[in-house]
């Protein structure tokens, strides 16, 4: 079987795991449509980050962009080893009940350069999972927030203290943890889990999570990280639906095949739920959350397709 129909039949058969999914959870099968061009730019590396991005969208009048956005990475695994696993049953029924895309990709392999593309719209050049980056006043995610008066943190499980920038701590490693390597974000945006807050609404404007290299299945199986979704991501999802704030969960990569199709959904309050067909990537994931808080969109994003069923 060639690349292409192996990609196309993974596809197929996330779809199907997908409606699924949706049946068990009692939603809707939802929209489908077209494949849409993934963004060009940046994947297999690009070139570093400038400027301020393309100009800033106008929100429908009357909208408001969500109180809180909250982002997770969990790592290497293909959308078809999680969604439908048994091994992964709190996934598998949040996909289901969720705005899930069935032709959803990382830009590239290794981990670092996806995060990186999600965080600031370019790989910025990087092709490994070296450590340390310094990637100076490049433009970022957390840094637009910033100059638009909103707030960003970003929790790490395992990290030893507020604005470590060290590579490597127990299950931590800054490889997942982009805005480290960024010379204009202050250290203390870098926070460990635990500092987390019980009271939701004390939550930033956007806040990206990384579990552990444990929790998050690099080192460890999809049964500890779906528990670990299930424990940790449960209460959020439950209290965004009533609090208009957003979950989005993906993955780096998937486990190193040319495809790297990854599970990427959006979950809480205004979000339709269903399986979305058109192709998107990393790049999709920044420009959605770019959109929602009229920020300008950063590299790639500006011509990356935004997420459907996302507060539209």
């Known amino acids: 079987m060639t690349g292409a129909r192996r990609r196309a039949a993974a596809g197929a058969l996330l779809g199907l795991l997908l409606a699924a999914a949706g049946c068990q959870a009692g939603g809707s099968t939802g929209p489908t449509g077209p494949a849409t061009p993934a963004a060009s730019a940046t994947e297999t590396g690009g070139a570093p980050g400038g400027g301020t991005g393309a100009p800033a969208p106008s929100r429908p009048p009357g909208s408001a962009p969500p109180r809180h956005v909250v982002v997770v990475f969990f790592e290497n695994k293909p959308a078809a080893r999680v969604v439908g696993n048994p091994d992964a049953p709190y996934l598998t029924a949040l996909a289901g009940r969720s705005a ?21 719209g370019s790989t910025q050049g990087v092709r490994s999972d070296r450590c340390p980056l310094r990637l100076g006043d490049r433009p970022n995610l957390a840094r637009q927030l910033l100059d638009a008066g909103h707030t960003f943190t970003g929790y790490a499980e395992g990290l030893p203290a507020p604005g470590f920038t060290g590579c490597v701590s127990g299950r931590y490693a800054a490889k997942h943890a982009p805005w480290v390597d960024f010379a204009n974000l202050p250290p203390e945006l ?3 889990y635990t500092a987390w807050p019980a009271d939701l609404d004390r939550l930033p404007t956007v806040a990206f999570l990384s579990p552990g290299l444990c929790n998050d299945m690099h080192d460890c199986s999809v049964a500890t990280g779906d528990r670990w979704a299930r424990e940790r991501l ?20 998937d486990d190193g095949h040319a495809g790297n199709q990854i599970l990427t959904l959006v979950a809480g309050a205004g979000v339709r739920p269903g399986r979305y067909a058109e192709r998107v990537d990393h790049y999709s ?18 011509t990356a397709p935004a997420l459907p069923g996302v507060r539209g």
């Open 190 to 192: 870098g926070q460990p």
């Open 285 to 302: 994931v920044l420009r959605t959350i770019e959109d929602l808080y009229g920020l300008p969109r950063l590299g790639a994003a500006a």
């Open 100 to 120: 899930a895309y069935t032709n959803a990709h990382g830009v590239t392999h290794p981990s670092q350069p996806n995060y990186l593309a999600l965080f600031s």
């Open 234 to 253: 449960a209460p959020y999802v439950e209290w965004a639906q009533i609090h208009d704030s957003l979950l989005v969960v993906t993955f780096d990569e």
